[in-house]
């Protein structure tokens, strides 16, 4: 099928949020498992929809990489809690089904320790995180192995599709993550010359250059950055006097920047961008719909959760 | 080198019906595509896609009327016999049909492309229906001009 047929049908999908009972969303509601739950059974159906005509099949893996790794950290923070003597370690219903793994086969996989099957370098990663588990007992520690192999295998995805864009968008999804990390690691003080180990290799910018942004003040951190397009997105720091909102702030910018730099393709008839951007599209709708429905159940300031919402 | 002339006047007129014919199919074949997937979501939105889908098959139209017009100036039509060419009046004709051949069939994918986006168009505004027609139809000016064209030159070529 080619991408013109892909980009009308996307075309043709992309409706406005209107009332919740009037939505796509509608359908899970009765569903067990609550709104969570049928937020990730409408991204799932998107997914597996999209999948039958996507020509590139692998632009669905770019987007579903990372929950396929948040279920390999899942099951191995429960399996560490559980070595270590806490019974009710695993937390089962942390795993999201929208990875390409099915959850059952990783799940099994890693607490029979059967890895030769996994894909994207999990097969000598997971022994690798449990060497360092056994060495270090830091979470933290595995946790950025096991980004850091993610982006890794995004990127590998990505260059395999040849699609100069998605390539360029991983590569930003890289350097927001690294930005993101930054801002966290800046309010807990950390030096530049400990922190580089946070950042991620792949992106535009180099894991040097995010780290060497400890040593100077946040408010000049978009100005030291002005020669990328992304170091705009952290003038949301300099609005904020809040460290914990600039966090949220900055967060946001990024996502909405993350979906920027695909927009072009919104004016092309067969770009397979456009894939890509219908997706983080939607999943945006779904972040807000979460947020809105946290706060309200939550009873949280209506204030904050109108700021956390994107308007990607 | 008695029948050169003749083969070359043949060879115009079915360039211009072949080249503008493949470039059609290929107009309508990617705003076919467009049309399928905007319909796979909303199938009430046929008589607009069919409009738009359409607009690229002009071009092979165009070919078909120039070798017609090229056929009955060698007398091939109504059986009364092929008019005697030499090879430069067969080389005239030949080049007559240029115009249309090429034109046709550049401007018939482009305009399928632009038909395509179109259609993509009316999935999400539907009222824009007569914007959305006017943008593919710029692109068929070029093929009414090289129609023109190539009408003019064939008008001005001398056989018989």
């Known amino acids: 099928m080619s991408y013109v047929y892909t980009v009308a049908r996307l075309r043709g999908m992309e409706n406005a949020l209107k009332a919740l009972s009037e939505t796509s969303y509608a359908q899970w509601l009765n569903q067990s498992g609550g709104f969570d739950k049928a937020i990730d059974s409408e991204i799932l159906s998107t997914c597996e929809e999209l999948s039958s005509f996507v020509p590139d099949k692998e632009l669905l893996t770019i987007f579903r990489l990372p929950y396929d790794f948040h279920n390999v950290k899942v099951l191995l923070k429960g399996l560490f809690k559980v070595r270590g003597g806490e019974a009710e370690g695993r937390r089962y219903d942390l795993i999201s089904k929208l990875g390409t793994i099915n959850?059952?086969?990783?799940?099994?996989?890693?607490?029979?320790?059967?890895?030769?099957?996994?894909?994207?370098?999990?097969?000598?990663?997971?022994?690798?995180?449990?060497?360092?588990?056994?060495?270090?007992?830091?979470?933290?520690?595995?946790?950025?192995?096991?980004?850091?192999?993610?982006?890794?295998?995004?990127?590998?995805?990505?260059?395999?599709?040849n699609i100069p864009e998605v390539t360029a968008w991983v590569k930003n999804k890289i350097d927001a993550e690294n930005l993101r990390s930054a801002v966290r690691l800046a309010r807990m003080k950390y030096e530049s010359s400990k922190a580089i180990n946070f950042f991620h290799e792949g992106g535009f910018l180099r894991p040097d250059d995010v780290a060497k942004l400890l040593n100077e003040p946040q408010e000049t951190w978009s100005r030291l950055l002005s020669y990328t397009d992304i170091g705009a997105a952290l003038n949301a720091m300099q609005e904020s006097s809040d460290l914990k909102l600039a966090l949220s702030d900055v967060s946001k910018a990024l996502d909405e920047y993350l979906i920027k730099v695909l927009e072009p393709a919104k004016y092309s008839m067969d770009a397979p961008a456009n894939v890509l951007l219908y997706l983080l599209t939607k999943e945006a709708e779904a972040r807000n719909l979460r947020v809105a429905l946290v706060c309200v159940a939550g009873g949280l300031d209506r204030e904050f959760g109108r700021r956390l919402l994107s308007n990607a | 080198m008695e029948f050169l002339g003749l083969s070359l006047a043949l060879f115009g007129a079915a360039l211009a019906a072949a080249l503008s014919g493949i470039g059609s199919a290929m107009g309508i074949g990617i705003a076919g595509g467009s049309a399928a997937g905007v319909m796979t979501e909303d199938p009430d939105k046929f008589g607009s896609c069919l409009i738009l889908q359409a607009l690229p098959?002009?071009?092979?139209?165009?070919?078909?009327?120039?070798?017609?017009?090229?056929?009955?100036?060698?007398?091939?039509?109504?059986?009364?016999?092929?008019?005697?060419?030499?090879?430069?009046?067969?080389?005239?004709?030949?080049?007559?049909?240029?115009?249309?051949?090429?034109?046709?069939?550049?401007?018939?994918?482009?305009?399928?492309?632009?038909?395509?986006?179109?259609?993509?168009?009316?999935?999400?505004?539907?009222?824009?229906?007569?914007?959305?027609?006017?943008?593919?139809?710029?692109?068929?000016?070029?093929?009414?001009?090289?129609?023109?064209t190539s009408i003019l030159m064939l008008m001005g070529v001398q056989v018989g």
């Open chain 2, 57 to 148: 098959g002009t071009q092979g139209i165009y070919g078909l009327l120039i070798a017609f017009f090229v056929l009955n100036k060698l007398g091939l039509l109504g059986g009364a016999g092929a008019v005697a060419l030499n090879w430069n009046q067969g080389l005239q004709i030949f080049a007559s049909c240029l115009p249309i051949a090429i034109v046709g069939w550049i401007s018939a994918i482009w305009q399928g492309r632009t038909s395509a986006a179109s259609i993509q168009m009316i999935s999400k505004k539907p009222e824009a229906m007569g914007k959305a027609i006017i943008l593919p139809a710029m692109v068929e000016t070029y093929a009414v001009l090289a129609l023109l």
């Open chain 1, 103 to 161: 959850t059952e086969e990783l799940t099994e996989a890693i607490e029979t320790e059967e890895y030769g099957f996994l894909p994207y370098g999990l097969t000598d990663l997971i022994p690798e995180c449990w060497k360092i588990w056994e060495q270090t007992k830091s979470a933290q520690t595995v946790e950025l192995l096991i980004d850091h192999q993610m982006f890794r295998a995004m990127l590998k995805v990505a260059e395999g599709l």
